[in-house]
């Protein structure tokens, strides 16, 4: 039999029409436009309408995927839908949407890993297209987060919002497709973003809601910490295990929680700023939705053509992380060899030379990443102490 790969063959986003500035946040916390922005890259986001929720957000980016991918409903073989935030704990998120889709011969099932859930979805789903088990599933990323923020917490309420990303996989008989993947949890920071009162473990009394644990919770220096590690890490583990460096990257897209952790990855990975992926400043962090809905815009601006390698990664709650090397598709595309070319040396050798490039570039991140830990070190007891003297003189005042 002959090997089948997995093509994306469509694609779909929505964003609600409502938009949240940093204006008119200001006037909700105690915040400025100033910090948000300095802090994070974000200026607005999108928020649902009242009783827009998971499942409407995903039904418009699942239309709009399956129209593109010129296939009905009813062909599709299975559902994954990423979300944290779905209707209703029960049901699954992904029935309803497979109810709403008409999509009557597909599984569905709801994959809870935060913000690394679209990534976790598309990589489950490329096994079963290349297995040939199914030829069509569909993958949405979707998140209401303005449902479970605090909106009088400024340091959650500033960073999420809305939104639903949705791509159609296929099976392809064009070589590309899943490159390379790795899937992650380190699950003993399970407790750094939380919603602490939803679940099995709490009953939801008076004193849950008083105390706002129906809420998100998030130590954010903590995720900062983990997100700036796994980033560099994971993009470096799958481009090894792929064989490439950065310079065989054509677009980085990264999950959207705070542009200055996608900087700090981009300067570790000696990759050119325009070849990263950033829309973070129209949408905030929309969690599982962040990923997708940056691939859909790439599209729509033309940054991706056939034979493109594109790099995904992101990270979230859990703490979980994903990445992967994907390369796009198109039938008109023959395989391109990834190994050095028209070299008259046998395979072993070039094989070799690969080796030999790529772990130079990753002792280059290394030599980068540990340069970037050890300032780290050094200015931020110099940071805490300068604003320690500023707070002490203003009291003084
Ligand atoms: O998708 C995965 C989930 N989440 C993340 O990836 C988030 C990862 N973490 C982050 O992006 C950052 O840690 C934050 C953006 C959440 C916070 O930025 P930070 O530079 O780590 O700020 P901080 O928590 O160290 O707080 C610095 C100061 C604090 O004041 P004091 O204690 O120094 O007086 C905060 O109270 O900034 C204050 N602060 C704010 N000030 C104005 C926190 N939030 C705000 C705000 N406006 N919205």
Redesign the pocket.
């Known amino acids: 039999m002959n090997r089948v790969y997995s093509q994306i063959t469509g694609w779909g986003c929505y964003a609600p029409e409502r938009v949240l500035t940093n204006a008119d946040l200001e006037k909700m916390?105690?915040?400025?436009d100033e910090?948000?922005v300095s802090?994070?890259g974000i200026r607005e986001r999108h928020i649902a309408a009242p009783g827009e929720a998971t499942v409407a957000m995903s039904l418009q980016a699942s239309r709009r995927a399956l129209e593109k991918a010129e296939i009905s409903a009813d062909e599709l073989d299975l559902i994954i839908l990423a979300t944290s935030t779905p209707d209703y704990l029960c049901p699954p998120a992904s029935s309803m949407l497979q109810d709403e889709l008409g999509a009557s011969r597909a599984g569905a099932m709801t994959l809870v890993t935060?913000?690394t859930g679209f990534l976790y979805g598309l990589i489950t789903a490329a096994q079963f297209i290349e297995t040939g088990a199914y030829k069509h599933v569909l993958v949405v990323g979707t998140e209401t987060l303005s449902y479970g923020v605090d909106w009088e917490d400024?340091?959650t309420c500033?960073?999420f919002g809305d939104g639903s990303g949705a791509v159609v996989l296929s099976q392809s008989q064009t070589p590309g497709g899943l490159q390379s993947m790795l899937l992650r949890s380190e699950g003993d920071g399970w407790d750094a973003?939380i919603l602490p009162g939803i679940g099995s473990r709490t009953e939801l009394t008076p004193e849950v809601i008083e105390r706002k644990d129906h809420k998100l919770k998030?130590d954010?220096?903590r995720?900062?910490k983990f997100?700036t590690r796994v980033m560099t890490d994971a993009v470096l583990e799958v481009l090894t295990d792929a064989g490439l460096t950065i310079d065989d990257v054509d677009l980085l897209i990264p999950?959207q929680?705070?542009k200055?952790?996608i900087d700090l990855a981009v300067r570790r990975l000696g990759i050119a700023p325009d070849k990263v992926m950033v829309n973070i400043e129209r949408y905030g962090?929309t969690?599982a939705a962040s990923v997708p809905l940056a691939l859909c815009e790439a599209l729509a601006e033309g940054r991706i053509e056939p034979g493109d390698r594109i790099v995904m990664v992101a990270?979230?709650?859990g703490l979980t992380y994903a990445a992967c090397v994907w390369q796009w598709q198109s039938e008109e595309v023959e395989e391109e060899p990834i190994l050095v070319t028209n070299w008259p040396v046998p395979e072993s050798l070039q094989l070799m030379a690969q080796e030999m490039r790529t772990a130079a570039w990753r002792m280059q991140v290394q030599a980068r990443t540990a340069a970037s830990d050890a300032a780290m070190a050094v200015m931020l007891p110099l940071y805490a102490f300068r604003?320690g003297v500023k707070?002490r003189l203003s009291k003084e005042e």
């Open positions: 916390v105690d915040t400025s910090w948000i802090r994070t935060g913000c400024r340091n500033v960073l973003l998030m954010g220096r995720v900062f997100a999950h929680a705070n200055r952790i962090n969690s990270f979230g709650a604003k707070k």
